[in-house]
C-alpha cells in the first residue's frame, strides 16, 4: 500500500471545447480503494474514460506504473489496458455471447497459451465469484438487470487486472445488492491485491469502501478535495462536508 | 522473477505427493493437469498437494478446481498444503453453490412436428402482418378526420430525410440508368438502322418502368433500412414501450409520418429520376448515334403517352407503401438487442426488395392484360 500505480498530472477532462475538469492532480495507491465523486454533471465518468483509456485527455497527463499512458502508440497503450478491468455504466456485455463467452474471449486474446479446460475453469471461478455459479452457458438477455451487473463484473475481472474501475456500480441495483457488491469489492482487493477505482456518488458506497477520495465540483470545474473520507469529514471544505454528511444522516436514520 | 510453473509428483516420498511451483500466472505456458494426473497412475485414498508458487493469479485457482474435480471423480480426497493468503479464500468463495437452474434444454421435435411449427409461425406472421395493415388503415383513416395523434415535426423530418435528403444519390442512379438502356438499346436497334427508337425505349423504359422500380430500390436500402433501424432501436431502447404506457398510439405516432412522408416524396422523385433519365438516354442518342437533338425530342413527345407516365406514378404510390409498411413493421417487432436491430433491418430491406420486384411483375402484367 505504498507506490502509486495511477497517477493524474494536470489532467484536464472534457470533449473538444468543452472543458469539464481543469487541474486534476491525484495519485492513486496500489492497493487501495479510490473514489472518485462528485455531483451530478461534475465529469466524474469522463475523468474515468480518460483513465482508462477511451479517450485522450484534453491536456496533462495519466501515468501507469510511472508510463505516460496517452503518449504511447495505440498498440503499446492496448498492451497497458489489458492491466484493467473496467465495469461499465450500462453494463456493456456482448449480446450476442454467453456469459462464458464474455469472459473467455478477452482471456483468449491476450493469454494464447490458455488451454480450454482452463479458460472455462477460469469463466466459471469468476462467475462463482459474483455469485453466478452455473450461468455460463446463459445469454445477457436471459438473465435480470442485477445478474448482469454482476455478470460483467465477472468479464472485468478476466485477466486479473492490477486496476478495476466501476463506474456507478451501484445504479440501478437495490441496497442489499449493492451493499454484497461493496463486499465484493473489499473481498477482491484484499484477496487480488486489487487496486479499485471507483466513480460513485453513491454514500454507503462511498462510506463502506472509500480509503481515499477525490471530490469534483461542478461549479468551480476542478477538484476541492483529495484524501482519506476520515480527514474530508473533519477538515474538507464545507461543499464536501455537506455532500457527506448527508449521507451520514441518512445512514444514521437507516441504523436507528 | 518469472520462473516457470511446473506441477509434478514428488516420488521421494511415501504419500503420493504432488507438488505446484514456479509462478502460476496466467501469462505462463502450465503443463497440462490431465497429463500430470495420469502420470500418477493408481492414486492412494489421499493426495497431498504442496503449494510453493512464487507468485500466482486466477490460474493457480484453476488448477486447484480441475485437481478437486478430478479428485472428486476418482474418490480420492485432497489434502492442500501451503496455500497462500488470499487463494483459500477465493476459492471458498468461488465454491458457492450453483444459484441458477441451467438453461432448460429446448424439446427436439421429429420432422412432422417441425414442419408443423413451421407452417404455424408461417400462418402467425401473415396475421401478424394483417393486423398491422389494418391498424395503419385505421390509423389513416382517423388521419382523414383529423384526430390522428401525429407530430407535424416528426413527418418534415422523414419527408427531409426521404425527400430532398435522397434527391442526389436518385439523380446519379437514374441518369445512369437512362444512359445504359440507350447503349443496350442502340447496340442493337442500330443493326436495322433504327437508331432513331432509341428514344423509344428510353422514354417508355423509363417512366413506365425503370424510373419508379429503380427509385424505390434506392429508398428500400436507403429509408427502409433506416426505418427499420430506427423503430428497433426505439424498441430495444424501451423508447416504444414508453409511448405505449403514456397512452400514445405507436402506430400514428411512428408510422404515420414516415408512411405519408414517404407517399409524397416517392412520386415526386419518380418524376425527377424519370426526367434525368430520359436526358441520360437523350446524351447519349444525340451525342453518339448521330440522331440530331430535335429528332430525338420529337420523336419522344410523340412516343410518350400520359397513360405511361401515369403508370410509373402509381407504381411509385405502391412501391412507396410497400416501403414504409414492411420497414415500419420490421422496426417494431424487433427484439431487445443489437443483434435484432441488425436482424430487423437485413430482414426489412429483403422483404421490401423481394416485394418491389414482385408487385412489379404484377402491375406489368395486368397492364399488358389491360391493354394499357
Known amino acids: 500500500m505504498s507506490e502509486a500505480i495511477l497517477v493524474a498530472d494536470n489532467l484536464s477532462a472534457g470533449y473538444g471545447s468543452l472543458v469539464i475538469q481543469r487541474d486534476l492532480n491525484f495519485s492513486i495507491k496500489k492497493g487501495e480503494v479510490f473514489v472518485i465523486m462528485g455531483g451530478s454533471g461534475s465529469g466524474k465518468s469522463t475523468v474515468l474514460r480518460h483513465l482508462i483509456g477511451l479517450h485522450a485527455p484534453l491536456a496533462g497527463r495519466v501515468l501507469f506504473q510511472g508510463e505516460d499512458f496517452w503518449a504511447q502508440d495505440a498498440n503499446s497503450r492496448a498492451n497497458l489496458q489489458q492491466h484493467f478491468g473496467v465495469l461499465y455504466q450500462n453494463v456493456a456485455l456482448w449480446g450476442g455471447m454467453t456469459l462464458r463467452e464474455n469472459i473467455c474471449l478477452p482471456a483468449s486474446t491476450w493469454r494464447p497459451e490458455l488451454s480450454k479446460a482452463d479458460l472455462y475453469e477460469l469463466a466459471a471461478i469468476k462467475l462463482a465469484w459474483v455469485g453466478l455459479a452455473g450461468c ?3 445469454y445477457p438477455a436471459e438473465i435480470s438487470g442485477g ?19 466501476f463506474d456507478e456500480p451501484s445504479a440501478g441495483l437495490d441496497p442489499l445488492s449493492s451493499m454484497a457488491l461493496d463486499e465484493l469489492i473489499l473481498q477482491l482487493r484484499d484477496s487480488l491485491g486489487a487496486t479499485i477505482v471507483l466513480v460513485t456518488h453513491e454514500l454507503p458506497s462511498i462510506y463502506a469502501v472509500a480509503d481515499t477520495c477525490l471530490f469534483l465540483d461542478n461549479k468551480t470545474h476542478t477538484q476541492i478535495a483529495l484524501g482519506p473520507l476520515a480527514d474530508l469529514l473533519e477538515h474538507g471544505p464545507e461543499t464536501v462536508q455537506r455532500f457527506l454528511r448527508r449521507g451520514e444522516a441518512v445512514t444514521h436514520e437507516v441504523t436507528r | 522473477m518469472n520462473k516457470v510453473p511446473s506441477l509434478d509428483w514428488d516420488h521421494s516420498r511415501e504419500a503420493s505427493v504432488l507438488q505446484v511451483t514456479g509462478s502460476w500466472t496466467l501469462e505462463q505456458r502450465k503443463p497440462e493437469l490431465n497429463d500430470v494426473w495420469r502420470e500418477g497412475g493408481r492414486l492412494p485414498q489421499q493426495v497431498m498437494v ?5 507468485a500466482w493469479d486466477s490460474s493457480l485457482l484453476a488448477l486447484l478446481r480441475r485437481m478437486q474435480r478430478l479428485a472428486t471423480q476418482q474418490q480420492v480426497t485432497l489434502d492442500l498444503q501451503g496455500l497462500p493468503d488470499g487463494v483459500a479464500r477465493l476459492l471458498e468463495m468461488a465454491a458457492s453453490p450453483s444459484t441458477q437452474a441451467a438453461k432448460a434444454e429446448p ?6 412436428a417441425r414442419v408443423g411449427l413451421r407452417a404455424q409461425s408461417v400462418a402467425t406472421a401473415l396475421t401478424e402482418s394483417c393486423i398491422f395493415i389494418g391498424q395503419v388503415i385505421q390509423a389513416l383513416g382517423r388521419l382523414l378526420t383529423g384526430k390522428a395523434r401525429m407530430r407535424a415535426s416528426d413527418f418534415w423530418m422523414a419527408f427531409q430525410q426521404c425527400g430532398p435528403g435522397a434527391l442526389p444519390i436518385v439523380a446519379l442512379i437514374a441518369s445512369l440508368i437512362g444512359l445504359i438502356l440507350a447503349f443496350v438499346g442502340a447496340a442493337q436497334l442500330q443493326a436495322f438502322g433504327a437508331q432513331l427508337y432509341i428514344a423509344n425505349m428510353v422514354s417508355i423504359g423509363m417512366t413506365r418502368e425503370m424510373g419508379a422500380l429503380m427509385t424505390a430500390v434506392i429508398m428500400a436500402g436507403r429509408t427502409g433500412a433506416a426505418y427499420a433501424a430506427e423503430l428497433g432501436s426505439m424498441q430495444a431502447n424501451e423508447e416504444i414501450d414508453a409511448l405505449k404506457t403514456f397512452g400514445f398510439p405507436t402506430l400514428e405516432f411512428l408510422v404515420l409520418p414516415r408512411l405519408l412522408a414517404l407517399l409524397i416524396s416517392m412520386p415526386i422523385l419518380t418524376v425527377f429520376a424519370d426526367a434525368l433519365g430520359v436526358f441520360g438516354g437523350f446524351v447519349i442518342g444525340s451525342g453518339l448515334f448521330d440522331i440530331s437533338a430535335q429528332q430525338y425530342i420529337n420523336q419522344s413527345l410523340t412516343m410518350l403517352t400520359l397513360t405511361d407516365f401515369l403508370i410509373g406514378l402509381f407504381k411509385s404510390l405502391v412501391f412507396a407503401v410497400l416501403i414504409g409498411l414492411i420497414g415500419c413493421y420490421y422496426g417494431l417487432s424487433c427484439g431487445r438487442n443489437a443483434q435484432a436491430v441488425g436482424q430487423a433491418t437485413t430482414k426489412a430491406v429483403v422483404s421490401i426488395i423481394v416485394a418491389l420486384v414482385v408487385s412489379d411483375a404484377v402491375i406489368t402484367l395486368i397492364c399488358t392484360q389491360l391493354g394499357i
Not at chain 1, 454482476?150 to 478495476?164: E, F, G, H, N, S
Not at chain 2, 504442496?50 to 512464487?54: H, L
Open chain 1, 136 to 138: 455460463d452457458e446463459l
Open chain 2, 107 to 112: 424439446p427436439e421435435y421429429g420432422w412432422i
Open chain 1, 147 to 165: 445478474m448482469r451487473k454482476r455478470a460483467a463484473l465477472a468479464r472485468a475481472l478476466a485477466l486479473d487486472p492490477q486496476v478495476l474501475f
Open chain 2, 50 to 54: 504442496q503449494v510453493a508458487v512464487e
